[in-house]
């Protein structure tokens, strides 16, 4: 792989690293958004590299042990000390084109349905909850709402309205769907489901993003089945909306 | 060990997997032209195509490894990059104790003031040996600075908040592994398993040197991070997460499964005891399994070390430290949770 391939790759990759966190929010997709100063960083010093690669190479054009040699290729080879870097770099490309030509969409039902027990948001000890207002409509988080649902012994939930803002997910039972929305803590690789079952309403198309608002139906028994079924939400109305710029939790 | 280093830097031969050059034709400006061109006519014409769910998944979780991981190994190359061009041999010599087995230790506790994930962990170390640090200590230094580092623990703490136990035995097994397997290769590796990276001198100037060691060293391993991105997202959205239920409740078998889910996720360590803390069918005992060979097993990190060691070393040092992983969470874990 000569110099000017190296080049070539470092350029693309630094200018998709660039594309996606300083021309557009994209990478909220991938990361958390506190990774933008991090990423920005790391995309200007690939991009540099190459861009110095390149403008070193025309520079020289076409005579090869030419005075801007610096000096730093003692073998008289030009370039070819460090151009000992295997093909398998080329493979660097993939995720520029993948960010390009897919551009792949945040996590959505796909991943969400794949995964069928709910998994359990950590758990906020029970004073991290403060109590509701009885008068007036609560948006919140789908995480927080598990959590009181499941961990409250108080039971602020109870008979409050509140709105979620997730995108759907059709269950296997009939009378019901899920409003999901992924967490993650690093990036989508360790995203984790959070669903919330809505009854009462239509259903609309798998990965629509919607806000519900709704009322916490208490299980039947006492005893809170905490980690072992998605919270159930009686709706009084579902709202289409736009995708959120941060789509994760 | 350490002086066959140095011999190995002053012979200009290059290591003999990084030899085959590139048999494609040289790469002009035109086709570099071309190439973005057809990146952006393509996100006008395949966009629109290529929307299937299951690749979109894919793509998402491929894209977000990399692109996670991005951040870390350029500072991992960066500080490896100035280690071997800035800091003089002489520098290490003095900082880490002469004999070996002492030496290890050290590195091993060292490792807790890099604050990063593993991504940044191969390069460092394979910049120590290239200015003769111990092999063994180098290798103390990476099984343990991507467990131990501040970063990662805080994370850990913040995760378990009613488990403070948790930080404490995901230190202490994490060190008693990196201890151990350094002291164990030590005592049974053999040099030529493994590759030492090896540096041409820097005849020009420590500029041009940083500068083309960079350049380097991102190509390669980036190209290696590239391939356990590619298998990481294929299991990550092929393996669905409910066949691990089924073992929860068995003693070893448990501890062997999340073991082995942390090596096939491939999730960075700052992140991964956030994952272990939603495993809540396991045992603190599989969980700990989880968090101590994460962030010195797993399939990114094997492809990262196959690139920069060798096949022979990866084949030894994987199993290796994946055996002690486990052994030890489990000891640590009777004891401690």
């Known amino acids: 792989m000569n110099r000017m391939s190296q080049s070539l790759i470092l350029t693309l990759l630094g200018g998709a690293v660039l594309r996606i966190t300083v021309l557009s929010t994209t990478y909220t997709d991938y990361v958390k ?18 861009v110095i690669g390149l403008v070193q190479e025309w520079r020289e054009g076409g005579h090869r042990d030419g005075p801007h040699d610096d000096g730093a290729h003692p073998d008289g080879a030009h370039g070819h ?18 960010i390009f030509l897919i551009a792949p969409a945040p996590l959505g039902a796909f991943a969400a349905r794949s995964e069928e027990a709910p998994a359990r948001p950590p758990v906020q000890p029970a004073e991290a909850y403060v109590p509701l207002a009885a008068d007036k409509v609560t948006p919140m988080a789908i995480g927080e709402f598990i959590g009181r649902a499941w961990s409250d ?3 602020t939930l109870s008979g409050k309205k509140v709105t979620l803002t997730g995108f759907v997910v059709r269950s296997a039972k009939k009378d019901r769907w899920y409003v999901a929305r992924m967490q993650m803590s690093c990036c989508a690789a360790d995203a984790i489901a959070l669903k919330v079952a809505v009854l009462g309403a239509e259903r609309p198309p798998d990965d629509t993003w919607v806000e519900v608002t709704g009322t916490w139906i208490a299980p039947k028994s006492g005893k809170i089945p905490n980690g072992t079924a998605a ?19 | 060990m350490s002086d066959r280093t140095v011999a190995d830097r002053s012979v ?11 048999a494609v034709a040289p790469v002009t400006p035109w086709t570099f032209g071309l190439i973005v061109i057809l990146l952006i006519l393509g996100q006008f014409l395949l966009v629109p195509l290529l929307t299937a769910p299951a690749l979109q998944t894919w793509a998402t979780v491929f894209v977000a490894i990399c692109v996670q991981a991005l951040p870390f190994l350029v500072f991992g190359v960066l500080l490896s990059a100035a280690i071997t061009a800035f800091v003089p041999p002489s520098f290490w010599a003095k900082a880490l104790p002469r004999h070996p087995y002492a030496a290890v230790p050290v590195a091993g506790a060292a490792g807790a003031v890099l604050p990063g994930c593993e991504c940044a962990s191969v390069p460092v170390a394979s910049g120590l040996m290239a200015r003769g640090v111990t092999p063994a200590a180098a290798l103390a230094f990476l099984l343990a600075s991507p467990a131990i580092n501040p ?7 913040v995760a378990f908040p009613q488990q403070p136990l948790m930080v404490v035995s995901r230190f202490g097994a994490s060190l008693i592994v990196a201890v151990l397997a350094g002291w164990i290769w030590l005592r049974l590796g053999r040099s030529d398993w493994l590759r030492i990276p090896s540096r041409p001198p820097a005849s020009g100037s420590a500029w041009v040197a940083f500068r083309d060691a960079m350049r380097h060293d991102l190509l390669h391993a980036g190209g290696f991070l590239v391939v356990g991105g590619l298998t990481a997202a294929t299991l990550n959205v092929m393996v669905p997460r409910t066949w691990l239920t089924t073992v929860a409740g068995v003693p070893v078998l448990s501890v062997i499964a999340l073991g082995l889910l942390a090596v096939l996720l491939s999730i960075c360590s700052e992140a991964d005891a956030f994952v272990a803390a939603s495993l809540t069918a396991f045992s603190p005992t599989a969980k700990l399994a989880f968090l101590v060979v994460g962030p010195m097993v797993d399939l990114k990190l094997i492809a990262l070390q196959i690139g920069t060691f060798g096949r022979a070393f990866a084949a030894r040092f994987v199993p290796l430290t994946f055996a002690l992983g486990i052994v030890t969470s489990i000891a640590v874990g009777e004891v401690l949770l």
């Open chain 1, 33 to 50: 958004p506190g990774f933008r100063p991090f990423l920005i960083a790391a995309g200007v010093v690939v991009l540099a590299l190459g």
């Open chain 1, 231 to 249: 919270p159930e939400l009686a709706a009084d109305g579902v709202a289409e909306i736009p995708q959120p710029i941060e789509p994760y939790e």
């Open chain 2, 12 to 22: 200009e031969l290059p290591p003999s997997g990084w030899g085959r050059r590139s």
């Open chain 1, 81 to 98: 000390d460090h151009s000992r870097v295997p093909r398998v770099a080329w493979l660097l490309c993939l995720p520029v084109f993948a």
């Open chain 2, 151 to 157: 970063v990662v623990l805080v994370a850990t703490a």
């Open chain 1, 153 to 155: 012994h108080k039971r």
